[in-house]
């Protein structure tokens, strides 16, 4: 693959959509990728079938706020109706991601404890659901930035955590219940770009390297 294919948007029979993008993964096997959405295959059997055929790895969106809205009325449908539809056709998928700074808002209307518990139980609630369909997980997103991007936007959960007990115990934990979720599981966590003028979010990079030592 070649460097300008990542993140290109991609059109495919006069659709297009932000969230389908091609990346590439480095490594001796590459893996060409996207966003994925079921919705947009509605009516376009076209469409499906060149997915198919120009890719093999699709991310599914997990994110809390969209995806359990009210608390206790997880979206597992629409999901899981894509992830079998990957399945079919021999495309691997990754649910992104577990933890980050969009989250519902009844999770910061609850007391602090009962919003850090509901957090760890959506990690582990997802992982096991769709064990056998999805089993790549990005278990945080950005956690380098995870302060301030839950300060903008107001996510008082992830913001307790990140500034209480700072971005890599939050990363530890985190993977402590997916590995108990999930331990075959192959996990992910996404590592932003960096930061202004300190990629490491302030907490240095060899406490941020031994973090990652402790997640493998």
Same mark, same amino acid.
């Given at each position: 693959?070649?460097?300008?294919?990542?993140?290109?948007?991609?059109?495919?029979?006069?659709?297009?959509?932000?969230?389908?993008?091609?990346?590439?993964?480095?490594?001796?096997?590459?893996?060409?990728?996207?966003?994925?959405?079921?919705?947009?295959?509605?009516?376009?059997?076209?469409?499906?079938?060149?997915?198919?055929?120009?890719?093999?790895y699709a991310t599914l969106a997990f994110y809390w706020a969209s995806y359990e809205p009210a608390e206790g009325q997880p979206r597992f449908g629409p999901l899981r109706t894509a992830a079998l539809w990957c399945q079919e056709r021999g495309i691997r998928t990754k649910g992104h991601p577990l933890f980050w700074t969009l989250e519902p808002r009844w999770v910061g209307q609850k007391p602090p404890n009962q919003a850090e518990? &509901?957090?760890?139980? +959506?990690?582990?609630?997802?992982? *096991?659901?769709?064990?056998?369909?999805?089993?790549? %997980?990005? @278990? #945080?997103?950005?956690?380098?930035?995870?302060?301030?991007? &839950?300060?903008?936007? +107001?996510?008082?959960?992830?913001? *307790?955590?990140?500034?209480?007990?700072?971005?890599? %115990?939050? @990363? #530890?934990?985190?993977?402590?219940?997916?590995?108990?979720?999930?331990?075959?599981?192959?996990?992910?966590?996404?590592?932003?770009?960096?930061?202004?003028?300190?990629?490491?979010?302030?907490?240095?990079?060899?406490?941020?390297?031994?973090?990652?030592?402790?997640?493998?």
């Open positions: 693959l070649i460097p300008w294919l990542w993140r290109r948007r991609v059109r495919i029979d006069g659709i297009s959509d932000p969230a389908l993008c091609l990346a590439a993964r480095e490594g001796a096997c590459a893996v060409l990728g996207a966003g994925f959405k079921l919705g947009i295959l509605a009516g376009h059997d076209e469409f499906g079938r060149l997915f198919a055929d120009l890719l093999n518990a &509901a957090q760890w139980a +959506r990690i582990e609630r997802e992982i *096991r659901t769709f064990a056998g369909l999805i089993d790549t %997980w990005d @278990v #945080l997103n950005e956690p380098v930035v995870g302060a301030r991007q &839950a300060a903008e936007r +107001r996510a008082a959960n992830a913001l *307790r955590l990140y500034e209480q007990h700072g971005a890599v %115990w939050t @990363v #530890l934990r985190a993977f402590e219940h997916a590995r108990k979720a999930g331990p075959a599981a192959t996990r992910w966590r996404i590592k932003t770009a960096p930061a202004e003028r300190d990629p490491y979010g302030g907490f240095g990079r060899w406490r941020w390297q031994a973090c990652l030592e402790r997640c493998r």
